[in-house]
């Protein structure tokens, strides 16, 4: 748990020397405070830890897309946490998260750590460009669980690197295949993610690392 403290420490520490301040407000919401997850969730993570999560996660973002102004980022002004009595994990929608308090009940687990990288996961959906709505889902997915992989706070559970069927397979399948490609040239997911601004095609993987995404797909089960 250590390393993952440090590891955001640092890059907040980076952030700060960039001087950018912001008006974002947080929120969370607990709509299943009496429900056994619910009162997990008050009992072992908490409205303030979430909030401060939030705000880590959305400042960590800003330095993994390189998004130092506010021009280059949506213009978000709030971000809002529901724990809900519901199935799945989570989702986004707009700048609104929803936990599910069944999965926060149900996992065995440190769950402050799983709900930590959830919430890292959600964050970048709210702060990530979606190509206009022409981005692969699983693409979308996978820059997400990237972030959350570079924040360290990939689960064990995880596939590990060169495996799945296909790049565009989602969340941490794509999320190790963006890992390789960023470090074929630094700052990749940024770049991509830069491009996704005003729609989509894999196209984009030519022109910032000069070979297609099957090709590098290919290159990249092999290595």
Same mark, same amino acid.
């Given at each position: 748990m250590a390393h993952h403290i440090s590891s955001l420490l640092l890059f907040l520490a980076i952030f700060a020397a960039l001087q950018v301040t912001t008006g974002l407000y947080y929120n969370v919401t607990n709509t299943a405070s009496t429900t056994p997850g619910g009162l997990k969730f008050t009992n072992?993570?908490?409205?303030?830890?979430?909030k401060q999560t939030l705000i880590s996660a959305t400042r960590f973002i800003w330095i993994i897309f390189l998004q130092r102004r506010t021009t280059d980022r949506k213009t978000v002004a709030r971000i809002s946490v529901f724990i809900d009595d519901m199935g799945g994990v989570a989702?986004?929608?707009n700048n609104t998260i929803h936990v599910s308090a069944n999965y926060i009940q149900g996992y065995s687990g440190d769950v402050k750590n799983e709900?930590?990288?959830?919430?890292?996961?959600?964050t970048a959906h709210v702060w990530?460009? /979606?190509? *206009?709505?022409?981005?692969?889902?699983?693409?979308?997915?996978g820059i997400a669980d990237y972030v959350r992989l570079k924040a360290g706070y990939a689960?064990?559970?995880?596939?590990?690197?060169?495996?799945?069927?296909r790049w565009d397979q989602g969340y941490d399948v794509t999320a190790r295949f963006l890992d390789y490609c960023n470090g074929l040239r630094d700052g990749f997911v940024a770049?991509? /993610?830069? *491009?996704?601004?005003?729609?989509?095609?894999?196209?984009?993987?030519?022109e910032l690392l000069g070979k297609t995404v099957d090709q590098l797909w290919a290159e990249y089960k092999a290595s």
């Open positions: 072992k993570i908490g409205d303030r830890y979430t989702y986004t929608f709900i930590t990288g959830v919430l890292i996961h959600e990530q460009w /979606n190509g *206009k709505g022409q981005a692969p889902s699983g693409l979308i997915e689960p064990s559970h995880w596939v590990q690197p060169k495996q799945g069927d770049e991509l /993610n830069k *491009k996704m601004r005003s729609g989509y095609n894999n196209g984009f993987f030519v």
